[in-house]
């Protein structure tokens, strides 16, 4: 069974590369580009894990995450952050609204993989 990852991320580019990365390694990939479009996204489709990026317009990623964690449907799926900041309050607030890992840009595809092979639900 083909597991589903959801990207968000206001950059193209960036989503683009991180799609590559999972595709490459069998993975389906849907994208958003900031947390609303994210939360329209997650309509009951299952998700496996969501990669998510932190500063974003509209709703950065720790503001996403707490919503997240209040959807029935989703609350349990794991989350990453990945982001360009790597102060540890950051890194704090964004396991406090519950995400799993911090993988920090630019990231080697790599430890990409193994972040997600370790989190995504089975």
């Not at 790597?86 to 406090?96: M, P, V």
């Amino acid at each position: 069974m083909v597991k589903t990852i959801l990207i968000i991320d206001d950059s193209a580019s960036l989503r683009q590369v991180v799609k590559l990365t999972l595709t490459s390694a069998g993975y389906e990939v849907i994208e958003a580009c900031d947390g609303m479009d994210a939360l329209q996204k997650l309509d009951g489709t299952k998700i496996h894990l969501i990669i998510c990026d932190v500063n974003m317009p509209n709703m950065d990623g720790i503001t996403f995450v707490k919503r997240v964690k209040t959807l029935p449907n989703y609350k349990f799926t794991p989350i990453i952050m990945l982001t360009t900041e790597s102060q540890e309050s950051k890194k704090q607030e964004g396991q406090a609204a519950g995400a799993r890992a911090w993988v920090v840009k630019p990231f080697k595809p790599e430890t990409m993989l193994n972040a997600v092979s370790k989190l995504i639900l089975p």
